[in-house]
């Protein structure tokens, strides 16, 4: 049956007539992340705007090409927002490329990442099959949860349409303190911090200097601020700054044509949180109590993988020249057979994003 809405059944009879692999587009903010994109563009900015929004219920239902600045605003609006900070690296970022992606920003630690507020997804298939998963309420666990499967897929199990969001109140008050200490006194500091009872919302650690940030109840802020001591920083500087780590506008992540020509790279290493500092070349930035860390120099892949495992995670290529090589870290055997059964029963024809998370799909 026809869908009602033109701008859907558009995408619909896209898919059905497709001959050739598809390029799944909108704010193009991403277009970097993952391995190199190829095909025809499938531009989903048409497929914009809230279908629906309940404040009361905390939950969202917006269409896959809904600039994140629209919804964020709306939900500002009403005094909520999306805890997890999605990075938005530059304006014109999308709702579809939010959850495809998986990403979430300085606060990914104590409030969780993307896939744990989607409720539910419109999925497209490739056999241009409107399919919905999930719903629109919190608990919601009737068979398998694929909506949160979406987020990270990079477009590769079909085209997100649209998707339903668990949304919260944002925090009554802040505060962000500043410490003087090196990389091992900050994780040990973190670490020990994490086990009190503390409101603490992010941190982050660069060039000798530790990065807190508080929120939560006024009463709670204060006292925290009492009890830990540093630097406190202007509400207005604090902010900004909070921003420019979360869209990786801060100076350590910028890089220039001519950088990525000579072959520097930004690598994201998920680990511990307890992990002692790595033995790796290159300058370091660590997030997240220091289970995230960003490497940027000139380190060898095979180094910086293998420091990553045998600290107990893993390492993604995040940003790079061109061409692209094993961006993620390779699956074992029986993943790599699960991912490729995955991405066959909801895109047989390979017509979605084809190689963009690894090359064999």
């Known amino acids: 049956m026809p869908s009602k809405d033109p701008v859907l059944q558009r995408l619909i009879d896209q898919v059905r007539s497709a001959h050739k692999p598809f390029d799944i587009q909108a704010g193009n903010t991403k277009r970097f992340y993952g391995e190199m994109p190829h095909g025809d563009v499938l531009d989903l900015r048409p497929l914009a705007g ?95 949860d694929v909506s949160r499967v979406m987020a990270g897929s990079l477009g590769v199990l079909g085209v997100i349409c649209e998707v339903s969001l668990k949304v919260l109140p944002s925090a009554p008050a802040s505060a962000t303190l500043v410490f003087a200490v090196d990389q091992a006194q900050a994780l040990q500091q973190l670490n020990a911090w994490t086990g009190q009872p503390l409101p603490i919302n992010a941190s982050a650690w660069y060039h000798g200097q530790l990065h807190l940030r508080l929120a939560g109840a006024q ?112 699956l074992s055997a029986p993943l790599l057979r699960i991912q490729k059964a995955l991405k066959h029963a909801f895109d047989p024809k390979g017509l979605f994003n084809p190689g963009r998370l690894y090359r064999d799909f």
């Open 219 to 330: 009463a709670a802020v204060q006292a925290a601020c009492s009890k830990l001591g540093g630097s406190l920083v202007e509400p207005e500087i604090a902010a900004s700054w909070w921003d420019s780590v979360r869209d990786h506008q801060h100076a350590f992540f910028h890089f220039d044509s001519s950088q990525l020509a000579r072959g520097e790279t930004l690598w994201r290493l998920s680990l511990p949180a307890t992990a002692a500092p790595l033995d790796l070349p290159g300058n370091l930035f660590i997030e997240w109590g220091g289970a995230q860390r960003w490497l940027r120099g000139h380190a060898p892949a095979k180094q910086v993988r293998a420091a990553a495992a045998q600290a107990g995670g893993h390492a993604t290529l995040f940003r790079a020249g061109t061409p692209r090589s094993e961006v993620f870290t390779p």
């Open 50 to 144: 809230i279908s629906s929004y309940e404040p009361s219920e905390l939950v969202v239902t917006v269409r896959a090409g809904t600039p994140l600045a629209e919804l964020e605003a709306v939900l500002a609006d009403k005094g909520q927002c999306l805890p997890f900070e999605p990075p938005r690296f530059a304006a014109g970022g999308t709702v579809g490329g939010m959850v495809a992606s998986g990403l979430s920003g300085p606060s990914r630690a104590s409030v969780g990442m993307v896939r744990d507020y989607v409720l539910g997804t419109t999925l497209l298939n490739g056999q241009g099959e409107l399919l919905s998963f999930g719903g629109q309420v919190i608990k919601n666990v009737a068979g398998y």
